[in-house]
C-alpha cells in the first residue's frame, strides 16, 4: 500500500519562494502520476490541480496559474515529490496535497481518481 508523507511548506513574503516534499513508501505502479494538488481551507471548490509528474510521459503538465514559477520533479533515488515554488503570490496560499493515481495520464486531472493523498500542508503567501 503507497503511503505519502508530504513536508515544508509555511508561511512567506509575496514574491518568496517555498519548497515542498512528498516522500512515497511502498510499491508505486507503472504508469503513474504524482500530481500537487491544492485547496483553500473552507472553500467549495474542489481541489484544484496545480502540477503532475506521470511516468508515461515527457512533459510535466503545470496549470496556468502557476507556470513559470512551479516546478515539479521526481527524486527517484529518494521516491520524493518535490515541488519548488517561486514568485510566491497571495493567491497561492492553499492548503497543498501531494497525490498517487497509476493508470494512464487521463487519471490525473482530477482529485475524483486520486488513490493515495499525502497529508496536506499550509502554504501561506502574504501581501
Known amino acids: 500500500q503507497v503511503q505519502l508523507v508530504q513536508s515544508g511548506g509555511g508561511s512567506v513574503q509575496a514574491g518568496g519562494s517555498l519548497k515542498l516534499s512528498c516522500q512515497a513508501s511502498?510499491?508505486?505502479?507503472?504508469?503513474?502520476?504524482l500530481t500537487w494538488f491544492r485547496q483553500i481551507p473552507g472553500s467549495w471548490k474542489e481541489r484544484e490541480r496545480v502540477?503532475?509528474?506521470?511516468?508515461?510521459?515527457?512533459?510535466?503538465y503545470y496549470s496556468d496559474d502557476v507556470k513559470g514559477r512551479f516546478t515539479i520533479s521526481l527524486d527517484n533515488a529518494k521516491n520524493t515529490l518535490i515541488l519548488e515554488m517561486s514568485n510566491l503570490k497571495p493567491e497561492d496560499s492553499a492548503m497543498y496535497y501531494c497525490?498517487?493515481?497509476?493508470?494512464?495520464?487521463?487519471?490525473?486531472?482530477?482529485?475524483?481518481?486520486?488513490?493515495?493523498w499525502g497529508q496536506g500542508t499550509q502554504v501561506t503567501v502574504s501581501a
Open positions: 511502498g510499491r508505486l505502479w507503472e504508469p503513474y502520476c
Open positions: 497525490a498517487y493515481r497509476t493508470g494512464s495520464f487521463g487519471y490525473c486531472y482530477s482529485p475524483d481518481y486520486v488513490h493515495t
Open positions: 502540477a503532475s509528474f506521470y511516468t508515461g510521459g515527457d512533459t510535466p
